[in-house]
């Protein structure tokens, strides 16, 4: 095992994560009940949402459903009694988009009983979500965005931001949030545009400004899992597949990620 992985292992190993292989969330999909589908898949961490974290994201999460697009449509005050059901034993995150610390500071003294940490979400493109100031909005606007890392950081134990690699402020949002601190690690959709696969440089980037990271995006089999570790991602995320029923690659990822950088050497 390189020596760069053992203590990230034992963070996310203090975290409670048996793996360093989650679910990335989608939206409409990654709810209370596919939990423990998620967890019982072999996933080291199960991450919920995305979820509406304030009045106006609310809003906009309406008009996007309207316009036929899966959504989790719950007005923020519901989301606590929402998420108390789920029942797992691995850690829980909720990605939230949140549009103002104001939204944030009235929701996450709810949440912090129920899970184990939140998720800001600075990667939705919707629209209708980025009109109203969130998802990817907050990569243009890193002041709004460090205001609400300290608000939900002062409430919540485990804090990640979720990043959408090519996105023109990508470099500078990692560089400050790196200075600002109160980010647990930073979940980095490292995606190519136009092609079904990752860009490494994404990962390496925020690696190399000091950032723990969750690799994402065309994760797909235990090759995918080493390119992203040897970029400097600690864990790594699987989305689209589990629409499509491929549970079984939580599974198979996992063992070959704990068999290759948790036991190695131990
Ligand atoms: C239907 C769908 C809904 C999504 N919803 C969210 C979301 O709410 N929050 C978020 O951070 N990412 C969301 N994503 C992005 C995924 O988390 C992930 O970054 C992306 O699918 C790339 O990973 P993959 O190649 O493993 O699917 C969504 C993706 C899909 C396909």
């Known amino acids: 095992m390189k020596s760069v992985c053992r203590p990230e292992a034992r963070f996310w190993r203090s975290l409670g994560c048996r793996s360093p292989v989650f679910n990335a969330p989608m939206a409409g999909f990654t709810g209370p009940e596919v939990a423990p589908r998620i967890e019982e898949a072999g996933a080291g961490m199960v991450i919920l949402g995305g979820y509406p974290g304030d009045r106006e994201a609310y809003e906009a999460s309406k008009r996007i459903a309207a316009r036929g697009r899966e959504e989790f449509v719950v007005p923020p005050e519901d989301l606590p ?12 995150l909720v990605n939230v988009r949140f549009t103002s610390p104001e939204g944030a500071e009235e929701l996450c003294p709810d949440l912090a009983d129920i899970v184990d940490g ?8 919707q629209r209708e979500m980025v009109e109203v100031g969130g998802g990817e909005a907050l990569m243009n606007e890193p002041e709004k965005l460090c205001e609400i890392i300290d608000v939900v950081a002062s409430h919540v134990g485990v804090v990640s931001v979720k990043l959408r690699g090519p996105h023109p402020s990508y470099e500078d949002v990692v560089s400050e949030l790196s200075t600002h601190g109160g980010v647990d690690f930073v979940h980095v959709d490292a995606m190519k545009p136009g ?6 440089r994404y990962v390496r980037l925020a690696r190399e400004a000091g950032l723990r990271v969750v690799g994402n995006n065309s994760v797909r089999t235990p090759e995918d899992v ?16 589990l629409l499509e029923g491929r549970w079984d690659l939580l599974g198979e990822l996992s ?12």
């Open 195 to 200: 092609e079904p696969t990752y860009d490494l």
């Open 255 to 266: 063992e070959f990620a704990v068999g290759r950088f948790w036991k190695a050497g131990e």
């Open 118 to 125: 939140v998720e800001i979400n600075a990667h939705c493109r």
């Open 81 to 92: 009694s929402e998420l108390s059901s789920v029942d797992v034993r691995v850690p829980v």
């Open 226 to 241: 080493v390119a992203m570790f040897d970029a400097g991602a600690s864990a790594v995320s699987v989305g689209r597949p």
